[in-house]
């Protein structure tokens, strides 16, 4: 992992955050309406909040079970999208997008490119994710990323301060090498 530099999809790169996101970070993040959809972003978002996460991310990555990025486009942060090993077993799956960007297939872009990037590249078994059941726009990426409902819990949701029902998702490599097998899944790792 330590000569990643990015993942390139049609419209989108995704790369490492640095410290040069922190604006749009807080300026984007800073929304109820997708921090009350994620478990572990605060609310309000703060320059202090930005700060910690960013700093964080180099140990993260290079504890080899982390891949955090930023999603840019022209070369501006317009989200985040990472994933994170739950157990030994499984990875987890997590994105947002600011609401400027909203409902022009950049998350779905990003999604399959990191699902892609999973199982072909760092060669996961399984991944997973977990939406709210009130976040039906999340439900709908997972899904045509070709994950399956699996579960359901209540999730704590730090926004909100309180556990929210969750539908837990999951889609193997085994899964993904079917689906797949028709279309090019060659991941475009800059
Ligand atoms: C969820 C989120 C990432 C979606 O980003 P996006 O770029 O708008 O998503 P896309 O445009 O790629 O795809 C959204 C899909 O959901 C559908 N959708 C949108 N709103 C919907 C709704 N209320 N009900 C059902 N489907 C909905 C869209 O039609 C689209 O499906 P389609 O491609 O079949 O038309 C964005 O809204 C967000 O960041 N929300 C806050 C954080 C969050 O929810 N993160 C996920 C946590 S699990």
């Not at 049609?10 to 109820?32: G, H, K, T, Y």
């Not at 997973?128 to 726009?137: E, M, R």
Request: charged share 20%; glycine share 8%.
């Amino acid at each position: 992992m330590s000569e990643f530099r990015a993942i390139v999809t049609e419209r989108l790169i995704l790369r490492p955050v640095a410290a040069q996101d922190r604006a749009r970070l807080v300026a984007l993040a800073n929304n109820w309406r997708v921090a009350k959809n994620l478990s572990t972003m605060p609310f309000p978002y703060t320059e202090a909040a930005a700060d910690d996460w960013i700093t964080k991310q180099p140990s993260l990555w290079a504890g080899g079970k982390t891949v955090t990025l930023a999603v840019t486009l022209d070369g501006l942060l317009i989200g985040g999208i990472g994933i994170g090993a739950r157990d030994s077993a499984e990875w987890e799956l997590g994105y947002w997008l600011g609401e400027p960007y909203w409902n022009r297939g950049y998350a779905s872009e990003a999604a399959i490119a990191v699902r892609d990037y999973a199982f072909g590249v760092l060669q996961l078994d399984r991944i997973v994710a977990g939406h709210y059941a009130d976040n039906h726009a999340s439900g709908r990426i997972l899904a045509k990323l070709g994950l399956r409902y699996t579960s359901e819990v209540q999730r704590f949701s730090m926004a909100r301060g309180a556990k929210v029902r969750c539908l837990e998702m999951a889609m193997t490599r085994e899964w993904w090498l079917e689906s797949t097998q028709n279309q090019a899944r060659t991941v475009a790792v800059a």
